[in-house]
C-alpha cells in the first residue's frame, strides 16, 4: 500500500512538471529501443520485434505526438520505470500538453501500463518524460504501444 502512495505521488509530481531536458535542446535522431535496469536490479534486456502481433517499436504515433523511443526498468521498488523520447508533432504555436499511456508488452501479453507527462512543448520539440507505473517488473524483450490520453 505504502509503495502504491509513493507511485501515485510520483505521478502527479510529473502531471505538474514539465518532462523536458535540461539543456533545453532537441533531439537530432531517435535513440534504439533498450530497457535498462539499475546495478541490483535484472541484466539489461534489449527490445526486439513484437511478439505474437501485440505491440510494435519506436517510432509510434497517437495524434499530434510521438513515441521515438523508449527505456524501461526496474524502479527499484519491485515495478516498471523508465524514460521516454516523445515529440510534438502538432502546429500549436503556444505548445501543448499531454498525458500518455504506454503499454508493455512481453510474449504477446500485456505486462505493464507507464504513464507519463509533457507540457508546454513547442511544434517540432522533443522531450524525455519520466514513466511511472505499479505494475511488477518482469525482465524483456518487449513490444509497445502508445497513447496519448487526450
Known amino acids: 500500500m505504502k509503495r502504491h502512495v509513493v507511485v501515485l505521488s510520483l505521478l502527479a509530481a510529473l502531471l505538474t512538471a514539465c518532462g523536458t531536458d535540461g539543456d533545453g535542446g532537441e533531439e537530432s535522431g531517435t535513440i534504439p529501443p533498450t530497457t535498462s535496469a539499475p546495478a ?3 541484466p539489461t534486456t534489449t527490445t526486439s520485434a513484437a511478439p505474437e502481433g501485440k ?4 517510432p ?4 499530434d505526438w ?3 523511443s523508449i527505456t524501461v526498468r526496474d524502479n527499484g521498488l519491485g515495478d516498471f520505470g523508465g524514460r521516454a ?5 502538432g502546429d500549436n504555436a503556444e505548445g501543448a500538453i499531454n498525458t500518455f499511456t504506454i503499454t508493455v508488452f512481453k510474449g504477446g501479453k500485456d505486462v505493464a501500463s507507464l504513464k507519463g507527462s509533457a507540457s508546454d512543448v513547442p511544434p517540432g520539440r522533443t522531450i524525455t518524460a519520466d514513466l511511472i ?3 511488477n517488473f ?7 504501444d502508445f497513447q496519448k490520453d487526450f
Not at 505491440?55 to 519506436?58: A, E, F, H, I, V
Not at 523520447?85 to 508533432?89: A, D, F, K, Q, S
Not at 518482469?138 to 509497445?144: I, K, N, R, T
Open 40 to 42: 541490483t536490479s535484472p
Open 55 to 58: 505491440g510494435t517499436q519506436p
Open 60 to 63: 509510434i504515433e497517437s495524434g
Open 66 to 68: 510521438r513515441l521515438d
Open 85 to 89: 523520447r516523445i515529440t510534438y508533432t
Open 133 to 135: 507505473s505499479t505494475d
Open 138 to 144: 518482469v525482465s524483456g524483450p518487449y513490444a509497445y
